[in-house]
């Protein structure tokens, strides 16, 4: 899986938010900081309160 981050670098930080979920935003002192900082938060967004024994299914959309 990736995840497609449009990033920019402020006066100290630099700056960073998904594509297909900009509500989550974060920051790092490098970029490399901020990809990890963004995996981070993209798992506590998306798998707060799932149980460890989670499964994954592939559901296909028709229109």
Do not use: C
């Amino acid at each position: 899986m990736k995840l497609n981050m449009i990033y920019w670098k402020s006066d100290r930080f630099w700056i960073g938010k998904l594509v297909d979920h900009p509500e989550i935003m974060t920051q790092g002192e490098t970029l490399e900081e901020l990809e990890e900082n963004m995996k981070d938060a993209y798992l506590l967004m998306v798998m707060d309160d799932v149980p460890s024994d989670y499964r994954v299914k592939e559901v296909p959309l028709t229109l």
